[in-house]
């Protein structure tokens, strides 16, 4: 099953809505929307997980991709909306001590 | 008593990242089956996933197929997801298994190797054996105060065939 993704961009920085399973099929889809936003100089880009119920080691491969280019354009990257599962996803790998991760937005499970 | 499997349960499926999430699906079908809860489910979702995506990122050159059986028994689940494929370098594998190390800049952190640590976190019991292709044997315990009742009526059963 695809991904369900969508771009939009305010004054100050992009946002990339994310929404589905995010495995090793699906994975290739995100990287493909969110490496080139990294590539922009300087950028800020927010990505909302609000709609990603599923995410194993190939997409969190893909955040780790996103946050090395990220720092080698200089832009930034921060997640936002994890549900519980997702959020412990990133916490067991320790990936959450590497990438920001917006607590306060976060989506309550359900 | 109740060591022996309950069901056996195998699928076989091409090794390509689309039947991934048709193993995935099929794995939690079985575990709501038994009674695990809804974390737990996820777990194993997340296990037989990595351990069918290693098949297919790492086992054959030229297409092959992975094999899943489940054993289902009184008090746990016990999943095998094994291939044909090239062997791996045990040791170096579990060499490398390990979180991510915050204190490392970016720049060196690698976007592969979290799947075999998340699949020993996740489950209960892990074995890789690694010779003439790869097996892995996942195990995840039932916990009893949460389904009781459904342990409850499986002993029972049990319990009656013996007899």
């Given at each position: 099953m695809d991904l369900d993704i969508r771009k939009e961009?305010?004054?100050?920085?992009?946002?990339?809505?994310?929404?589905?399973?995010?495995?090793?099929?699906?994975?290739?889809q995100l990287k493909e929307e969110l490496l080139p936003m990294t590539e922009n100089e300087?950028?800020?880009?927010?990505?909302?997980?609000?709609?990603?119920?599923?995410?194993?080691?190939?997409?969190l491969g893909i955040f780790i991709g996103a946050l090395k280019?990220?720092?080698?354009?200089?832009?930034?990257?921060?997640?936002?909306?994890?549900?519980?599962?997702?959020?412990?996803?990133?916490s067991i790998t320790?990936?959450?001590?590497?990438?920001?991760i917006d607590n306060e937005k976060r989506e309550e499970a359900k | 008593m109740g060591n022996e499997a309950l069901d056996y349960i195998e699928m076989k499926v091409p090794a390509k990242a689309e039947y991934v999430g048709v193993v995935r699906l099929a794995v939690s079908g079985i575990a709501n089956r038994v009674g695990?809860?809804?974390d737990d489910i996820e777990d194993l979702k997340i296990a037989v996933a990595e351990a069918c995506t290693n098949v297919v990122n790492h086992a054959y050159q030229e297409g092959g197929m992975i094999g899943i059986g489940c054993n289902v028994y009184k008090d746990k689940i016990e999943i095998v997801v094994s291939d044909k494929g090239q062997s791996f370098n045990l040791s170096d594998v579990k060499r490398k298994l390990g979180p991510i190390d915050g204190t490392k800049p970016v720049e060196e952190l690698k976007e592969g190797g979290l799947g075999l640590f998340l699949i020993d976190s996740l489950m209960d019991h892990v074995e890789i054996n690694g010779e003439a292709g790869v097996a892995i044997v996942m195990t995840k315990f039932l916990k009893r105060d949460e389904v009781e009742h459904h342990v409850d009526e499986i002993s029972?059963?049990?319990?009656?065939?013996?007899?």
């Open positions: 961009n305010k004054k100050d920085f992009s946002i990339l809505y994310v929404g589905g399973e995010i495995d090793a099929y699906t994975a290739p300087g950028d800020k880009i927010l990505v909302d997980l609000k709609g990603v119920d599923y995410i194993d080691s190939t997409g280019s990220a720092k080698s354009h200089n832009s930034t990257i921060e997640l936002t909306g994890l549900n519980s599962r997702v959020k412990r996803l990133f320790g990936l959450d001590e590497v990438i920001n | 695990y809860s809804y029972a059963s049990t319990n009656a065939q013996k007899q």
